[in-house]
């Protein structure tokens, strides 16, 4: 169960603040899911082998994703750290040279070939 001190260590807004944030969060333990069934008795359950499922907190080692870039516009051999999901749109947008204002990311920069062929 998080609280509204976790959400902030979670970068999430303060419910006092921000109407549309929840009061209180449920994050299931590693190895668990909670069920799609709300009639069910078993509202959190082992997951079911390798597949995906919500309720997982994003610092997880194993929530990590893999980004691979190649082609046009992308440095060959950038080894990036660990990146947010929301760098991912702003990154594309440049290269597709699209503006988007209102993105909540950032765009990863360090792996763009600059204008001046780096």
């Not at 947010?84 to 070939?113: F, N």
């Amino acid at each position: 169960m998080l609280d509204v001190d976790d959400f902030m260590k979670l970068g999430l807004p303060n419910p006092a603040e921000n109407p549309e944030q929840a009061d209180l969060m449920l994050a299931a333990k590693p190895g668990f899911v909670f069920s799609n069934d709300a009639a069910s008795d078993d509202l959190v359950k082992p997951l079911p082998g390798r597949r995906g499922a919500h309720g997982h907190l994003p610092y997880h080692k194993y929530m990590h994703a893999t980004l691979i870039a190649a082609g046009a516009g992308i440095r060959k051999g950038v080894k990036l750290p660990v990146v947010q999901c929301v760098d991912v749109a702003p990154t594309i947008a440049r290269l597709l040279g699209i503006e988007l204002p209102h993105a909540d990311g950032r765009v990863l920069e360090e792996m763009l070939i600059t204008e001046e062929g780096e």
